[in-house]
């Protein structure tokens, strides 16, 4: 089976613009669903690919976290050379993390987080999502063998060194929490794993915005925008873009 990879996407509809930011070992599909809710209440959206994301894991283990996000930025400055001065941005688990980091870094507009990770955890976790992503991928092209393709197998094949860093780098964008004063929602699903809703507290306390909020999705786990309660999600995150003042 021939999988036809992930690509960015913009949609130009409105004034406002919001920059819309995948997971660890997502894509752009993450978000795809979110961007036309917004787009057709007239927001321009832009969701950008991390590099190495999307395609084959060797591919992405070649790649490195300071690599995704410079996808990041380089999304970012595709709304400012289309014009846009005020920017929005939401994003889901990693992207929910490098949405607060781009607040530290950019000026940002309002910051929504879906499921961010915000406190250390071993990287070993972080390197079972390359494991299943790599078993995964291979169900999807069909190369799948189980008696081959066990985890601890697939393990060794798939091992990447930099993972390290990304936690790193969740670290200090964590430790910087206090410089960010944007408007800022939390959203955070009640059957994702009690690290991700714990972070979301930490989040919250850390933040110096004036306007600050948390939403807890009661039947939602970690992937909170193709969840079961998604169409309350991306209301909740046109919601709190509408009740910003924007410049018009």
Known sequence: MKIIPPKPFTIEAGKRAVLLLHGFTGNTNDVKRLGKYLADRNYTVHAPLYKGHGSDPKTLIQTNPLE????????????????YEEIAVAGVSLGGIFSLKLGVERPTKAIVTMSAPAIAKSPESLQSRIIDYAI?????????????????????????????????????????????EAPVHILRGLQDDEYYCESADLIYSSVKSRIKSVK????????????????LVFEEVYRFFEGLKWKE
Do not use: C
């Open 68 to 83: 995704w996000w410079n996808s990041v930025i380089e999304g970012y400055d595709v709304l400012r050379s289309l014009g």
């Open 136 to 180: 995964n991928y291979k169900k999807l092209s069909g190369t799948y063998d189980p008696n081959v393709d066990r985890p601890e197998h697939v393990a060794d094949l798939v091992r990447m060194p930099s993972l390290d860093y990304l936690q790193g780098m969740i670290n200090d964008t964590s430790n910087k929490l206090e410089n960010i």
């Open 216 to 231: 807890t999705f009661v039947n939602s786990g970690h992937i909170l925008t193709l969840g079961q309660e998604r169409d």
